[in-house]
């Protein structure tokens, strides 16, 4: 997987920004995750991380109760409240990552210059066992759902942590 790597250092955290569709399951899913995981591994220090949404219907909610039942039942918290994604982000964050296929092409409509466009990749682009290469927006199914993303968003947020951990100096 190719995409945007730097020197991570304290002084120069490395920016991730995961996005979805409303904010509100897949991405701050991810988003708490991976905090997760960077505060387990003690590398707070490291990192920034954000999540957004494509669309704007979600704007200032918390995430979805099911997505945070589910994070919660593996000791992982969502914080954050939900926020559009803006064409700034693409300049601000190191990387862009997207939860599916539509979410990635939404966010290349907002490119402006080239070196942003290989900043947007897939979570699933790191998963082990990526299927179709996206994220299943659980939103309209039950608790299965909800459960099958964290563990999908859970692996591959680990390979992306263990990926970028060989850029901290």
Known sequence: MTFPR??????????INFVCL????RSPTAEGVF???VTEDELD???????AG?????VGNPANSKSQEVANQHGVKLFSRARQAVPSDLEYFDLV???????????????????????????????????????????????????KVFDIVY???????????????
Request: hydrophobic share 30%; charged share 35%.
């Open 6 to 15: 730097r020197a991570i250092t304290k002084e120069q955290p490395y920016r």
């Open 22 to 25: 409303g904010n509100i399951c």
């Open 35 to 37: 905090q997760h995981l």
């Open 45 to 51: 220090e490291y990192f920034e991380i954000d999540s």
């Open 54 to 58: 494509t669309g704007s219907w979600h």
């Open 97 to 147: 990552v997207a939860m599916d296929h539509s979410n990635a092409a939404d966010l290349q409509t907002m490119v402006v210059k080239p070196e942003q466009d290989d900043k947007i990749v897939l979570l699933r682009d790191f998963d082990p066992d990526p299927d179709d290469g996206a994220v299943p927006d659980p939103y309209y199914g039950g608790m299965d759902g909800f459960k």
């Open 155 to 169: 692996r591959s947020c680990r390979a992306l942590l263990d990926d970028l951990k060989k850029d901290i100096k």
